[in-house]
């Protein structure tokens, strides 16, 4: 596993050598390719890995300077928010307990995402809703951070804590 890891780490840098990123960014960077190197490689069956269960926003934070890192500053103003998301280890999930659809895990420019699809409100809804998009910045046991990621670039981010 060690070996592994140096091996991607190794890769990392002699792929992205000639960039200029922050610390924050090339260890963001390397931490989602040793979440990846975990994966099988039919990620589709088990796509949800560590994210299924049901998980209870504690705190969302905005991302003022665009960054893509919560900041001290950044999490002093953040605030409380009830937003539940259950994602089902079928690919499906709940929103809010009262919304119904699918989710499903993606690599995207080495960055993890997640894409949570709602079914439309029959009788109020014409056709189903786009995608919410979120970066996965970090997931532990008890504790998802995703990053929302509104028009193409990001806005903030929210801080779950596993609650089944």
Known sequence: ????????VAGFL???CGEKKDASTRKEIANNSAVKSQEPAHASAVAANGLVGTWKLN????????NRVPDEAEMKKGYANNYMLQLNADGTCRIQQVFTGRYEKKIEDGRDMLY???KKVEGEEDKDPIPDIYQVTSLKKDELVLQIIDAGGPSSFWFFKRIK
């Open 116 to 118: 949570v699809y709602r």
């Open 14 to 16: 002699l792929t992205n």
């Open 59 to 66: 705190l969302e934070v905005f991302d003022d300077n665009g």
């Open 1 to 8: 596993m060690k070996s592994l890891l140096s091996f991607i």
